[in-house]
Every structure is written in C-alpha cells, then in structure tokens.
C-alpha cells in the first residue's frame, strides 16, 4: 500500500485516484478548488480530504500531479520552493506533452520523478474506471521510478509503454490528432446530415463510424474507401458546393482532409497522380464557393 496525494481533483486524477483507492492504495488528501473538482471528489473519493497542494505534498509518499499542461512548471516549482517535496518522494505526473525536465525542481530536492499519461478521454465518473483496464500509459521515467511507475499502471489495469523524453510532444501529438480531432470530424459530420434533413445524425453516422474505426485501426490506409480514393471529382465537386452552401463551416476541413486522403490514396497506389491533380485543382477553389 501507498499513501498517494493528488494535485488536480480533475477528470483524469479523480478517476485515477479512485482506482488507486480500490487496488488498495490509501489517498491521504487531493487538492481541487473548482466546484466541478470538489463534486468529484465527493462522488469518487467520499472521504478524502482536501487540502492545499503544499499540505497534501507534505503528507502523502506519492504525489499525483494531474494539472493542465500549461500549469505543470508552475505547480512543481512552486512546490519546490516551499520545501513540501522532499529525497526518496515519488512524483509523477499524468501529461502528456511534458516528460521528466518539467519534473527537474522535484528531481533536485532528491525525489524519484516519472510521467505516466493515460491514452485514454476521461469524463471524470465512475464510467472511466473499467476503460482504464488495457488502457496504454505512456511512460517516461528512469530506474528506480520507472519499476515504481509500471506498478501502478499495473495495479490499474493498464499498460505501459516506454516513450523516450525527446519523443514525449510527437507521442502526445498523435493521441491529440487522433482523438480530439475526431470529435471535430464526427460533430461536424453530424452537423452536415442535420443539415440534410437527418432526424438523428448520431444514429445514422455510429454504423459507419463504427465500422470505419475499426477497419482503420485494423488496415490503415488500406481501409480507405469513398470519392478521393476512386478519384471521382464530380461527386467531390458536388460535396463542396452543397456543403458552401449548407455548413459553410465545414468546409475547410473538408478540403484539408480531403488532399490528405489524396495523398496517402496516392502513396497507397490507389489512386493514379493525374486523378489526384484534378481533384487538388477542384480543392484550390474550394474557397471560391462561399457565398
């Protein structure tokens, strides 16, 4: 057992510490001062206290930092500087950006530092406990934290993989196009079948979606399919003068992940350059369309 403390009551160090909490860890206190992070305590951590950050730095042998990106350097110097980290303490924090030089003030006061970002979206409930279960958390530490680390993500459900310091923004890079960029594409796909006539565009998209997913994830580019990769400008010609039309709000991302496809379709050799350059030309002018 550990006596964990957690800096950022948010959406990932709740659930996180929940977790903890039910694999036997003790969560001695967690720092949170908005309305939304005390409501989530008292759902996920009924019973722990709260406490300033220096005050649950001080009392716990593992500290938690789950804070924004932006506000990480801060919170570890600050800490620092007030003498609540001390030598032989684990820090850890959850981003995905940072690696270890943001650790670098706990690291000189003699803790043990790691970052362990989880793959995962949180909605910060009970719900994102089983998604944590084969969840990828992307390492970065040194011995002896790293074997430190990799016991938590095991007593989470987890799965660690090791991302090298340099690599840490490109690792979360690809999470961050992947996920977040995807609830763009689906929200506004959804706004363009309302804009149809589409009593519920959810329903409509989800078998598609569903399927594409998986296939994407399973084939790659091979799971390719639609007007770009049959190299069928007309129809892509329709799509830019209905959507500059109806969701001209769309349509640049329409056109950017439109000569993205195009590209890899041709990369993938199924699509021939001559169809390509037709459809990069109609692209040009997309802009044109707008009212």
């Known amino acids: 057992m550990t006596r964990i403390g957690v800096v950022g009551a948010g959406r990932v160090g ?17 720092a949170g001062e908005s ?9 996920l951590l009924p ?19 789950t804070v924004p990106d932006d506000m990480l350097g801060n919170v570890v110097t600050t800490l620092a500087d007030a003498g609540a980290l001390r030598p032989g303490q684990v820090v850890v924090h959850t981003s995905g ?18 970052a362990m970002h989880p793959a995962m979206t949180f909605t910060g409930t009970e719900v994102d406990l089983p998604r944590l279960a084969g969840c990828v958390f992307g390492l970065t530490a040194e011995r002896p934290a ?3 680390a990799e016991s938590l993500v095991a007593d989470l459900g987890g799965v660690p993989m090791l991302v090298p310091e340099d690599k840490r923004a490109l690792y979360h890079a690809g999470l961050a196009h992947g996920a977040n960029h995807l609830v763009t594409l689906v929200a506004e796909a959804m706004e363009i079948l309302g804009a149809a006539g589409a ?79 037709s459809l990069m030309a109609l692209l040009d002018r997309a802009e044109e369309l707008v009212p």
């Open 14 to 30: 709740a659930v996180l510490a929940a977790a903890l909490r039910v694999r036997g860890h003790e969560i001695v206190a967690a």
């Open 35 to 43: 309305t939304a992070s005390r409501d989530r305590m008292a759902a």
């Open 47 to 65: 019973g722990v206290p709260r406490r300033k950050p220096t005050a649950v730095a001080r009392a716990c042998d593992l500290l938690l930092l």
């Open 97 to 114: 950006r940072h690696g270890l030089a943001v650790l670098e003030p706990a690291r000189r006061v003699g803790a043990l530092v790691a």
């Open 146 to 148: 790293r074997e430190l």
């Open 199 to 277: 009593d519920d565009p959810a329903a409509t998209l989800r078998p598609l979606l569903t399927a594409a997913l998986d296939n994407a994830l399973d084939s790659g580019d091979a799971a390719l399919t639609g007007p770009i990769v049959r190299g069928d400008v007309q129809t892509v010609a329709a799509h830019l003068e209905h959507l500059a039309t109806y969701a001209p709000a769309t349509l640049p991302s329409y056109v950017a992940l439109a000569r993205a496809t195009a590209d890899r379709a041709v990369v993938d050799g199924r699509l021939l350059p001559i169809r390509r350059a």
